[in-house]
């Protein structure tokens, strides 16, 4: 029966999801803030409702998007990634209102999203964790706490805020006195960030390599992953890069981390799409870190090695179905890498560059090739949303074949007007580590000459910007 599917989110995610509910079949309604007016998610949706002037502040009104999804008549919500997609007080709302919500349960979310709540729920399933605490009391008391988990293990230790996600909330403590000193500060950003000033302590696993799970369960229990993916390169601990499978040649090590996934998501009661995240150390090593309530950004590279459209087995399920396949059913073939494609300097410590317009724009394509984005030729990117403005994803039968394609796609995506971390992408697949695979959390630091680069991507940009030109003008035709 056709269903009426609200978004609850903007940019590429949005556009995502909105081609999944038509693609079933279904209405899709999206929302959207002033500074959208002129985005491509509510051009695609069959219907948009104007939420508020926001910026942020609306896409995070859990009255006003649900009053949206009552006017619009909309009887389930995809919350999409970020803003209210691991808000267990959203999910409770769309549950109290008769909304499906497209998603784990709010008690799920509630559990998960706090870390030392999801900590107690993997020890008591036997899963594999890196030495942490409870919830650090308060006051002095939380700080003599810390100091004797310090000199009990060792530093550095991570610190960590308890409803922390996204790379927030999170800060690595070299010795004693600067533990002292972040404390304080740590509990009054994560109280801003997360309205919840509950810290706690890990041990930190040194230069890791960061492989997560994808898993899917229904209501019935039954539960599947789907292979592996890498994320270890990353900065200020957000993803960059993303690949599938993990590079990691011992096969019955990776088979033993999916096994654990599966079972960590049964140990929480799990049904939708999620992701189980795992540190593996310099001994092969592995720890349970987090479960990701929601679809990652990096959902795309695990679509393109299994055949399995994520999104849309995350619709069927909440509406009622039951998983279509079974763990024999998932194969992998080939590698996937997704870039993100982000308005930003990578020379600058990635500082954005909101508010540039995008005065030429020309996109790679071909076989093998996946672009998730949402900006065009003549988009103002908003000031104050998040950078990305495209994920590029390719697909090879072997790394080498992948990365070639990857480089390929690299060379001829033009983006002129804001700065981009296209060119710092092009030094980067063309390092001899990233080409044999091997890389872990501290890549960035220690490969820093994929900062060196000129200001313009070589005459490739400026050629292409030329060929543009000529090419919206109608003057490159020509006779014999």
């Known amino acids: 029966m056709k269903k009426k599917i609200l978004v609850a989110n903007r940019g590429e995610i949005a556009l995502r999801v909105i081609r999944a509910i038509q693609e079933l079949g279904h209405t899709a309604v999206a929302i959207y803030e002033t500074p959208d007016n002129e985005a491509l998610h509510i ?38 990634y970020g803003f209210l997609a691991e808000n267990p007080d959203f999910a409770k709302a769309c549950e109290d209102e008769g909304i499906i919500f497209i998603g784990p349960s709010s008690e799920v979310i509630t559990n998960l999203g706090d870390k030392v709540i999801a900590r107690k729920i993997m020890a008591d399933a036997d899963i594999p964790m890196v030495p942490g605490t409870q919830n650090l009391n308060a006051g002095d008391d939380g700080v003599q706490q810390a100091i004797e988990f310090g000199r009990k293990y060792g530093y550095p230790i991570m610190l960590k805020a308890t409803a922390g996600g ?20 740590a509990r009054a950003e994560a109280k801003a960030a997360f309205n919840n000033d509950n810290v706690y302590l890990e041990k930190v696993v040194l230069t890791p390599k960061h492989v997560e799970v994808q898993v899917i369960a229904d209501k019935l229990g039954n539960t599947v992953h789907l292979g592996t993916r890498d994320c270890s390169i990353q900065r200020r601990n957000q993803k960059l890069v993303e690949i599938a499978p993990s590079m990691i040649e011992d096969q019955e090590l990776l088979d033993s981390i999916c096994n654990t996934a599966v079972k960590a998501a049964k140990a929480a009661n799990y049904a939708n799409a999620g992701t189980v995240e795992f540190l593996i150390d310099k001994d092969m090593n592995y720890y349970f870190m987090e479960i990701n309530t929601r679809v990652q950004v990096e959902h795309t590279v695990t679509e393109m090695i299994t055949g399995i459209d994520i999104v849309r087995t995350q619709i069927k ?12 059913d998932v194969q992998l073939r080939g590698h996937a890498i997704e870039m993100r494609i982000n308005a930003e300097d990578p020379r600058n ?7 540039k317009n995008v005065s030429v724009y020309r996109s790679p394509g071909g076989y093998g090739v996946r672009l998730d984005g949402f900006v065009y030729q003549g988009y103002t990117i908003p000031e104050v949303y998040d950078s990305l403005l ?14 070639d394609r990857l480089k390929r796609c690299l060379t001829n995506f033009v983006i002129t007007g804001p700065k981009t971390t296209i060119p710092f992408y092009l030094n980067l697949v063309n390092d001899d580590d990233f080409k044999k695979g091997d890389f872990d959390t ?5 490969h820093t000459h994929l ?19 000529i090419h919206y003008k109608g003057e490159n035709s020509y006779a014999i």
């Open 43 to 80: 051009r695609t949706a069959d219907e948009a409702v104007w939420i508020g002037d926001g910026p942020r502040s609306d896409y995070l009104n859990i009255d006003k998007v649900i009053k949206a999804a009552k006017k619009s008549e909309a009887e389930a919500i995809h919350p999409g």
């Open 166 to 185: 996204g790379g927030r909330g999170i800060r690595q403590i070299d010795d004693e006195s600067q533990l002292r000193e972040e404390i304080p500060i």
């Open 317 to 328: 399920l909440a509406l009622g179905k039951n998983l279509a396949f079974s763990q024999d």
């Open 349 to 355: 410590n990635f500082m954005p560059e909101g508010g």
């Open 390 to 403: 495209v994920k590029l994803t390719v697909f090879g039968f072997s790394w080498n074949e992948t990365v």
């Open 442 to 446: 501290s890549y960035l630091d220690t």
């Open 451 to 469: 900062f060196e680069y000129e200001d313009v991507k070589s005459e490739v940009n400026k050629l292409s910007k030329l060929i543009a030109e």
